[in-house]
């Protein structure tokens, strides 16, 4: 398996335009992640889904973030508007029902000007 | 409040040298302990886990150890090696059924050099 594809791997934008962020969960898992890292506060989960349904969104930060997972093997992070301070590098990770490791990718390192 | 700590926050150790890192958790209910290694650039990856009932675990020259009663854990590097620069994170589970519910702590950034 290719493990969790994320794409870009780097996104460069001006504030005040959309962002999407996307990801390939492993095939088979059951849940999947976004997380977002920071220097300064680490890695925080925005939100998690099981079996393409959003469980916990309370930690995405504003209403101008969304996520939607259409499919088990999908799933899109949008920022709308993008500010500076969306600058961070968002994780994607995914993992099976019976199985508590979480597979992470390789991450999009976003860069809001 | 949920809360992991974690010290260094970053060292630099020459290489064939052994290191230790630090975790204290105030987690509850816990449920597990990780040790994931980030390399710059990349995504954490798994590198031990540990329960409730486990003292320590091995995984090559990577050894943790858990306190379950002072809520502390450590990971020792044996005879560290120039790609184990990277940061090493902690990250405790919270609640019996909810390992998707991941307690993160700040990292520590270490630096083997030649």
């Known amino acids: 398996d290719a493990g969790v594809i994320q794409s870009p791997r780097h996104e460069v934008t001006e504030m005040g335009q959309e962002v999407t962020l996307r990801c390939k969960p492993i095939?088979?898992?059951?849940?999947l992640f976004w997380y977002r890292q920071t220097m300064m506060r680490g890695l925080e989960l925005l939100i998690y889904?099981?079996?393409?349904?959003?469980?916990?969104d309370s930690g995405m930060p504003e209403d101008r973030f969304s996520a939607k997972m259409p499919n088990a093997s999908f799933s899109t992070l949008k920022i709308q508007p993008s500010e500076p301070r969306d600058s961070a590098v968002y994780f994607c990770?995914?993992?099976?029902?019976?199985?508590?490791?979480?597979?992470f990718g390789p991450g999009t390192r976003l860069t809001v000007l | 409040k949920n809360q992991v700590e974690q010290s260094p926050q970053s060292l630099i150790i020459l290489e064939g040298k052994n290191c230790t890192l630090q975790?204290?958790?105030?987690?509850?209910?816990?449920?597990?302990l990780r040790w994931y290694k980030q390399d710059t650039g990349r995504g954490p990856v798994s590198l031990t886990i540990?329960?409730?009932?486990?003292n320590t675990k091995s995984n090559g020259r990577y050894t943790a150890t858990l306190d379950a009663d002072t809520k502390q854990s450590s990971l020792h590097i044996t005879a560290s090696q120039l790609s184990d620069s990277a940061s090493y994170i902690c990250?405790?589970?919270?609640?019996?059924?909810?390992?998707?519910?991941?307690?993160f702590g700040s990292g520590t950034r270490l630096l083997v050099r030649p």
């Open positions: 990770a995914s993992k099976r029902l019976d199985d508590g490791e979480q597979f």
């Open positions: 095939s088979g898992h059951d849940y």
């Open positions: 889904f099981n079996n393409n349904v959003p469980i916990d």
């Open positions: 975790c204290n958790y105030t987690v509850s209910p816990f449920s597990n």
């Open positions: 540990m329960t409730f009932s486990e």
């Open positions: 990250v405790v589970s919270v609640g019996v059924d909810s390992s998707y519910k991941l307690i």
